[in-house]
């Protein structure tokens, strides 16, 4: 059945599509801040952040460094309902803040509308450039070459896994044996399947949380994922992403998934009883898996580890940046602000915070990153930041396109639902291709 005017699904596009007929306002005007901020001059700074960025301590100590300036931040729990947020203040031209943090999934919809957020330019962006990843600096840069964002972090990927869980199982438990298992420097989706298939004969118990973050890798990792790079839909005919749905759907079968909710863990409980021994994890994952473990009342003795390997090579999840929307009252401040969350000792420092691994090439090698932390000593001593560097090797862009993130939640997210419920790889397929006509994509 088609969904109905008033649907989720068919709300879902009507705010993506509403934010393209709002102008939110001119081109940043530098001479509404012309006067610096001082104790004489004071000027409070709104930020919009989401999930586990790791910034929390570097407001203070912002504040601290800049007498006059006052940060009022919001941090929202996940990226999609940041993105919910954004497109309905977007639509409505009101309440953005000074400095809105952007998701690279949803970095489309942001392009679709980029003369709404401040050229980085004018405030000294160029002279910056090369202090990130050139890919980084490049999703960032509109047709026109305005910057409208500078990068915080990246997604490279490797996986947790729960090392007293693989003994349990009577499987390979340490960190490189694991590695080598799931197929080594030459890993394949076929292999991490096949060592799940073992651990479920072994076991009796579900290899990952959900299929949801196994299928966001797999199209991640691929040159061209929803979209081709020339903007147009990529899913309808597409061998290599019906593949690998049709490799997730037979894990599925075989009770790899533990079918449970993306995103909700019963307060971090399924991280620590058992309910399942692998994640993917991109770099700002850690700190999610760790936050998890700690709210359920568990530490470092929970067992998770970090391997070096990812199933079908090098792969990106993820990643933000810190944007400046025109409206900001005060974008010579905000700029000043973003600048400084996303400079080498920052993003070193949110890393240690919450293992987002770096797009800042200074902070990825520094002694924060890669010697040991926090974060290191809470996945069994794994030199997390020498990993993921690792892994970073060979990652290079995804277009997104305009509707990106609608089609990973509203149009696959069903569908992954249904084969972890025990439906067949063709009829959630056809229904994710079904959904995909309903809402009009392009």
């Known amino acids: 059945m088609k969904p109905s005017r008033k649907s989720p699904l068919a709300l879902a596009a009507a705010v993506a599509g509403s934010i393209a007929l709002v102008a939110t306002g001119c081109a940043a005007d530098a001479s509404k801040d012309a006067q610096p901020a001082s104790a004489d001059n004071p000027v409070t ?11 929390d301590p570097l407001y203070e100590k912002y504040q601290k ?40 999934g949803w970095l489309g ?20 450039a090369g202090d990130w990843v050139d890919w980084k600096v490049k999703q960032a840069t509109d047709p026109e070459g305005r910057v409208i964002g500078y990068g915080t972090d990246i997604g490279p990927m ?32 076929e292999d991490f399947f096949k060592a799940g298939n073992e651990y479920v004969k072994k076991t009796d118990k579900a290899f990952y949380d959900q299929s949801g973050f196994v299928w966001n890798s797999m199209v991640n990792q691929l040159d061209e994922g929803y979209y081709k790079a020339d903007g147009s839909l990529n899913i309808e ?13 037979d894990a599925a079968s075989k009770g790899l998934s533990a079918n449970q909710t993306q995103w909700d863990w019963g307060k971090g409980q399924a991280f620590v009883d058992g309910s399942f021994a692998v994640m993917p994890c991109p770099g700002w994952m850690l700190g999610t898996v760790k936050g998890q473990v700690e709210g359920a009342g568990g530490d470092s003795s929970a067992g998770w580890d970090f391997a070096d390997v990812f199933p079908g090579g090098a792969a990106n999840w993820g990643g933000s940046f810190l944007t ?42 520094s002694e924060a990153v890669t010697g040991t932390n926090e974060m290191s000593e809470f996945f069994n001593n794994a030199p997390v930041g020498e990993i993921l560097g690792n892994r970073a090797n060979g990652v290079q862009a995804q277009y997104k396109g305009p509707q990106d993130s609608v089609i990973q939640e509203q149009v696959f997210g069903p569908a992954i639902k249904a084969i972890d419920a025990g439906s067949d790889s ?17």
């Open 109 to 128: 919809q942001v392009m679709s509308v980029a003369d709404s957020f401040t050229d980085l330019r004018e405030f000294g962006a160029n002279e910056v």
């Open 426 to 442: 063709e009829t959630a397929w056809n229904k994710a291709l079904s959904t995909l006509q309903e809402l009009e994509i392009k």
């Open 324 to 365: 400046v929307p025109t409206t900001s009252e005060h974008p010579a401040e905000a700029a000043k602000l973003a600048q400084y969350l996303t400079s080498a000792s920052s993003q070193a420092t949110s890393f240690e915070e919450a293992g987002t691994f770096p797009s800042n090439l200074e902070a990825q090698k």
């Open 158 to 189: 490797g996986i947790c896994f729960n090392a007293k869980l693989f003994k349990d199982a009577g499987m390979p438990s340490e960190r490189e044996e694991v590695a080598e298992l799931l197929g080594g420097d030459d890993a394949t989706w």
């Open 45 to 55: 700074l709104t930020v919009t952040t989401f999930g586990t960025q790791g910034l």
């Open 237 to 249: 005919g597409n061998a290599e992403l019906r593949e690998r749905w049709d490799l997730l759907s």
């Open 65 to 104: 460094e800049n007498p006059g300036i006052t940060i009022e931040a919001t941090n929202i729990d996940t990226g999609g309902n940041a993105l919910t947020d954004w497109k309905t203040k977007q639509a409505a031209g009101a309440g953005l803040p000074d400095v809105q943090a952007v998701e690279e």
